[in-house]
């Protein structure tokens, strides 16, 4: 593909799942990974509480395997359709890709979603499942989830059920208090609701134990850098920071002139994963 042809594509891709914290899904795909020609597994994994989630398995390019697998939770707008270029730039690297769709989102199930919500918990039951099924089928392959935004929401609330099923865990846009996030909103006028009291989610957040990157955008203003390094400070040294230039989840694109899309991204992943 061109490479202006690309970029009016992630242009267009970007500006959908940028849009700021409202649950906005789209049962369309508006691509498959046979768009990019890369080799997958179309999958159903069904929750415990009976929910069908569809996903997405990119295999990781044989001549640098790094027998490593990431778990893609996204934002909480589009569905896993909208980071297939995301998704084969990580397994042309040799990362083997999981995405899937959280229910009411792409091909999953059908879920009534309020859009004023901040997430649902009941996104954390369809990650704990998916989760559970890639630990069964690579049980010798390390395993780790990529959240953003929401996304980082979902795998924080998750973590106290996954803990023993991954062994890192990486946020762009990471949500480190919830009630902060509905504060920030509120003052610009949009009124959020959280699905449970925030003291559950800081619960969750401040256990996590397992390696943990997080990217920040110096301009975002909601999922700020300075609450990323309070929730390190919390966290400890297994907790690691990096600030990019750039606006919310704008972290693929960071250097792209030198680096191409994801370029800078996929160096911050190979050092953490390298240094762990």
Not at 225 to 240: H, S, T
Request: net charge negative; hydrophobic share 40%.
């Amino acid at each position: 593909m061109k490479i202006t042809v690309l970029l009016f594509f992630l242009q267009i891709t970007f500006g959908l799942i940028n849009q700021g914290f409202a649950i906005d899904p789209d049962r369309e795909y508006i691509r498959t990974p046979d768009s990019v020609s890369w080799d997958y597994e179309q999958l159903t994994i069904t929750t415990k509480d009976n929910f069908k989630l569809n996903s997405w398995i990119y295999q990781a390019n044989r001549e640098n395997d790094k027998d490593t697998v990431l778990v893609l939770a996204y934002p909480d707008a589009g569905n896993m359709s909208y980071f297939v270029y995301h998704a084969a730039i990580l397994a042309n690297a040799g990362y083997t890709v999981v995405t899937f769709d959280y229910r009411g989102f792409g091909k999953s199930d059908d879920f009534e979603i309020q859009r004023d919500y901040l997430y649902y918990t009941e996104f954390t039951l369809d990650l704990e499942a998916v989760v559970d099924n890639v630990s069964m089928r690579f049980d010798d392959k390390k395993i780790g989830v990529l959240g953003m935004s929401m996304g980082t929401t979902i795998a924080s609330r998750a973590y106290p059920h996954i803990k023993s099923k991954i062994d890192f865990i990486i946020g762009e846009g990471y949500v480190s208090d919830t009630s902060k996030i509905v504060k920030r909103y509120s003052d610009l006028g949009k009124q959020l609701t959280l699905p449970e009291d925030s003291a559950d989610y800081q619960k969750s957040v401040n256990s996590i134990e397992v390696p943990l990157l997080i990217l920040a955008a110096s301009e975002d203003t909601i999922t700020t850098y300075e609450d990323a390094l309070a929730l390190g400070d919390k966290l400890g040294e297994n907790c690691r920071i990096v600030q990019f230039e750039g606006e919310h989840l704008s972290g693929f694109q960071v250097e792209y002139d030198q680096k191409g899309f994801g370029g800078w991204y996929l160096e911050q992943i190979d050092q953490f994963l390298n240094e762990m």
